[in-house]
Structure formats: structure tokens, C-alpha cells
Nanobody, 127 residues
């Protein structure tokens, strides 16, 4: 069974930083794409960043380029973790952040491209 568990969401002031974690079990990260998405109240879910961990290739939304970094740990364990380091946070980054996983190749940025989802973690950036 595939399970994704996000953590690390918090309330932070504008300009601050947070690191989100996505603990994945039931999959081998080398064969999966992991994406981070976010959804603000009244808005559609949008792709933030994606990583194909087998070759390290990544994609980012224009709104977060230069501020957010997606990465994975390389520990050989049952649970593998993908991180989203978020710097220079802005109030418009406020949303519930979700990680998602999909078997296959190449980073991808649309929700419909993913089959497995976590429960989300709240990020709130105050001005």
C-alpha cells in the first residue's frame, strides 16, 4: 500500500523559511515521480515542484523558482523522504501543501498526472 505523509507546515512571517517533508512508503522512489502541490482557499490545486529522483531532474512553478527547492534523501530505508525547502516566503504562499506520487518517468506538474496523495499540511505566511 502506498502511503504519503506530509509534515512541517506551520505559521511563519513573510521572509521566513520552512522545510516540508513527505515520507513515502510502499514505493521505491527511484521509479516514482514525487510532486508538491498547494491549494489555497477558493483556488484550484496547483503544482509547485516535482522531482524524478532516479536522475535528479526537477521542475518548478514560475512563482517559486529561486525560492523553493525540492530534494530527496538517499538513505536506503523502507521509508523515503522528499523535502520542499521554502525560503523567502510570501503571504501568497499560504495554502495546504500536498505531496503526490506517480509511477513513471519525468517530473510532472498537473494534479491529474498523479495517482497517490498525502493528506496535506498547512502553511500560513503572515505579512
Amino acid at each position: 500500500e502506498v502511503q504519503l505523509v506530509e509534515s512541517g507546515g506551520d505559521l511563519v512571517q513573510a521572509g521566513g523559511s520552512l522545510r516540508l517533508s513527505c515520507a513515502a512508503s510502499g514505493i521505491t522512489l527511484d521509479t516514482y515521480v514525487i510532486g508538491w502541490f498547494r491549494q489555497a482557499p477558493g483556488k484550484e490545486r496547483e503544482g509547485v515542484a516535482s522531482i524524478m529522483s532516479s536522475d535528479g531532474s526537477t521542475r518548478y512553478a514560475d512563482s517559486v523558482k529561486g525560492r523553493f527547492t525540492i530534494s530527496r534523501d538517499n538513505a536506503k530505508s523502507t521509508k523515503s523522504t522528499v523535502y520542499l525547502q521554502m525560503n523567502s516566503l510570501k503571504p501568497e504562499d499560504t495554502a495546504v501543501y500536498y505531496c503526490a506520487a506517480q509511477y513513471g518517468l519525468g517530473p510532472r506538474m498537473f494534479p491529474y498526472e498523479y495517482d497517490y496523495w498525502g493528506q496535506g499540511t498547512q502553511v500560513t505566511v503572515s505579512s
